[in-house]
Every structure is written in structure tokens, then in C-alpha cells.
């Protein structure tokens, strides 16, 4: 089956850890993103990555890291500089940037 | 950032009802406008993608128009059925160049309950 898979489903971790949420999409799929959700508001960027070893900030990327070493893989870590990172986290792909995105289920990260 | 909103925030219809509701988007340098549907505890799917002004797209029972001369788009469901329940996104793609390309930039979302 072709999809994308983002896990764990849900994540606890304490405050001032590093914590990494994994991303793989099956779709051969060029672009990435992560989106962060908060109650209330709509999808929030964090970051992107149109092609393989590239990657751009998307809107709210203070406190996160991502690399894209493989076109399958796209991990982002939360650090300890992420000042409220309690929240939903999805990623997803596209064939292009500017294409339709296909979205993984989430995960959701709560810091204790 | 860019501003695109969505209303009513929610709505309550009974199944049989139709139902629309809208996005507003910022018309400058307009590329494309996504409508994805997002039911609970599942992911975000793509419904449409659309890019031309007075495009209208349909799917089913769910059709959509664009206006990109005075940034809007309609959502529009036909006999609303319960299993239409979710949460409905709308998303605005620019191409101002630079570093705002292929950014897609969400509205909060309706939330869409259909009572049987």
C-alpha cells in the first residue's frame, strides 16, 4: 500500500529533551512538509523540502530541525529551544510543490 | 504570513440539508486554492485543487467555486449525509517568488456535523 507513515501516534517526552517524530511516504513523492496543529488554528508550516538534501523554514521552524537524506524519509526533531512544543504534528508530500499534498496520520507530542 | 479565513467556524445541519461554506484568501499574486476534508481521527484528504478564476470543480455531492479576482471560494454539499461530518480546510498557494513558493497557507477550518 502506498501512504505515509508517521510515527509514534502519540509521544511523551520531559521538558528539555530532544524528541524526533518520524516521516516515510512510500509515493515517490519529491516534496515534504510538517505542519503543527494547535486548538483552534488551522495547519502552521514548520518546514519543507522540495527535493532530496534540500530543505526550507517554513512559518514557525524556531525550535525545530529537519533533514531529508533519503526522498522517503523526512524526520523533524523538536529541541529544547521550542518554546510550547505540546502539539499535533503532521506531515506530508507531494509530488510537487505545488501539488496536491497527501498527509500521514500524526503524531501527537506532549511535553510533561 | 498570509491570511486565509474560513466561515462559519461550525455548523450543524440535518442529513438531507445542503450546506456551503467559504474561504477567503488574499487575490495578489494567486496561484492556487486546496480544499482538503478531514474526518476524525483519520488524515487530511485532498477534495480540490483549483487555480482558474470561476473554476468549479465537483465530487460526488461536493463542489466548489473560485473567485480569484476578489479572493474567495465556496464549498458546497448537496443532501448532506452524516458520514459528510468533518472538518473542512481550505489552503491559498502564492508565487511571489523567493522563499513564499510553495507555501500553502491553511484557513482554521469549518467544522461540519451532519445529525441523522
Given at each position: 500500500d502506498g501512504g505515509i507513515t508517521q510515527s509514534p501516534k502519540y509521544l511523551f517526552r520531559k521538558e528539555g529533551q530532544n524528541v524526533t517524530l518520524s516521516c516515510e511516504q512510500n509515493?515517490?513523492?519529491?516534496a515534504m512538509y510538517w505542519y503543527r496543529q494547535d486548538p483552534g488554528q488551522g495547519l502552521r508550516l514548520i518546514y519543507y523540502s522540495q527535493i532530496v538534501n534540500d530543505f526550507q523554514k517554513g512559518d514557525i521552524a524556531e525550535g525545530y530541525s529537519v533533514s531529508r537524506e533519503k526522498k522517503e524519509s523526512f524526520p523533524l526533531t523538536v529541541t529544547?529551544?521550542?518554546?510550547?512544543?505540546t502539539a499535533f504534528y503532521l506531515c506530508a508530500s507531494s509530488i510537487a510543490l505545488t501539488d496536491t499534498q497527501y498527509f500521514g496520520p500524526g503524531t501527537r507530542l506532549t511535553v510533561l | 504570513i498570509l491570511n486565509v479565513e474560513q466561515s462559519p467556524q461550525s455548523l450543524h445541519v440535518q442529513e438531507g440539508d445542503s450546506t456551503n461554506f467559504t474561504c477567503s484568501f488574499p487575490s495578489s499574486n494567486f496561484y492556487a486554492l486546496h480544499w482538503y476534508r478531514w474526518e476524525t481521527a483519520k488524515s487530511p484528504e485532498a477534495l480540490f485543487v483549483m487555480t482558474l478564476n470561476g473554476d468549479e470543480k465537483k465530487k460526488g455531492r461536493i463542489s466548489a467555486t473560485l473567485n480569484t479576482k476578489e479572493g474567495y471560494s465556496y464549498l458546497y454539499i448537496k443532501?448532506?449525509?452524516?458520514?459528510?461530518s468533518a472538518t473542512y480546510l481550505c489552503a491559498s498557494l502564492v508565487?511571489?517568488?523567493?522563499?513564499?513558493?510553495?507555501k500553502l497557507t491553511f484557513g482554521q477550518g469549518t467544522i461540519l456535523t451532519v445529525h441523522p
Open positions: 509515493l515517490n513523492h519529491d529544547s529551544a521550542q518554546k510550547n512544543p | 443532501g448532506s449525509q452524516p458520514e459528510d508565487d511571489a517568488g523567493g522563499t513564499s513558493y510553495g
